[in-house]
């Protein structure tokens, strides 16, 4: 169980693990804690956009849109490698997933298979967009990968998590597919191989 790093430590430690790092806005400040608690928290989020272009996808993923406002993350992802930050504080990305997920992760475990939405993701996950069509087709640059790898690595190493405490939206909630067009296994791997 941990309580979400200070907003300021959050984007030092991004900065450290060599991420370019670009604030949007007030977004230490912008946040849904106003419907529901943040944290505890445990672990990391990883998701695509379906959308394209990085200045449309960071307004959106900051802004929401009709019955899902924002922020919808608390970092954007760009294909360039760059990571927006558009929020703190509880974020609508994660919504309802499995509590037997929750408890591996919490465990650092396998994960099970995911086949409930009984458990609010949004308080219990940091979670990072990733620019992407989610086609399957859609590119993955590696310097998009490597932020990934970076971002999620920064955060578990700021928290004492290992490469378990990060997952993808595929793994949480019944239905979504996201991330597409990598697997969360090898990104586990390349943030456990960064971890060490």
């Known amino acids: 169980?941990?309580?979400?790093?200070?907003?300021?430590?959050?984007?030092?430690?991004?900065?450290?693990?060599?991420?370019?790092v670009v604030e949007v806005g007030d977004w230490r400040e912008h946040?849904?804690?106003?419907?529901?608690?943040?944290?505890?928290?445990?672990?990391?989020?990883?998701?695509?956009?379906?959308t394209q272009g990085s200045e449309y996808t960071v307004d959106l993923c900051r802004n929401g849109y009709d019955g899902l406002p924002g922020p919808l993350c608390h970092g954007v992802i760009t294909k360039d490698g760059r990571v927006?930050?558009?929020?703190?504080?509880?974020?609508?990305?994660a919504g309802l997933g499995d509590d037997d997920v929750l408890r591996a992760v919490i465990a650092e475990k396998a994960l099970p298979p995911d086949n409930e939405k009984?458990?609010?993701?949004?308080?219990?996950?940091y979670g990072f967009e990733c620019e992407n069509l989610g086609d399957g087709e859609d590119p993955w640059p590696e310097?998009?990968?490597?932020?990934?790898?970076?971002?999620?690595?920064?955060?578990?190493?700021?928290?004492?998590?290992t490469h378990r405490s990060v997952?993808?939206?595929?793994?949480?909630?019944?239905?979504?597919?996201d991330p597409r067009g990598f697997t969360m296994a090898a990104m586990r791997q390349r943030i456990a191989e960064r971890l060490k």
């Not at 944290?39 to 990883?46: A, D, N």
């Not at 927006?84 to 504080?89: A, E, F, N, Q, S």
């Not at 490597?146 to 971002?151: G, M, N």
């Not at 997952?167 to 597919?177: A, F, N, S």
Request: proline share 6%; hydrophobic share 40%; net charge neutral.
């Open 1 to 20: 169980m941990a309580s979400p790093l200070p907003a300021n430590r959050f984007l030092d430690c991004l900065q450290d693990e060599g991420l370019t």
């Open 143 to 161: 310097a998009q990968l490597e932020a990934i790898e970076r971002a999620a690595a920064a955060v578990c190493r700021q928290h004492g998590w």
């Open 31 to 50: 946040n849904r804690n106003h419907v529901g608690p943040w944290g505890p928290v445990h672990g990391v989020m990883i998701h695509h956009t379906v």
């Open 167 to 177: 997952i993808g939206h595929l793994e949480w909630q019944p239905g979504k597919v």
């Open 118 to 125: 009984n458990t609010d993701g949004n308080r219990h996950f």
């Open 84 to 93: 927006h930050l558009v929020g703190y504080g509880r974020a609508n990305h």
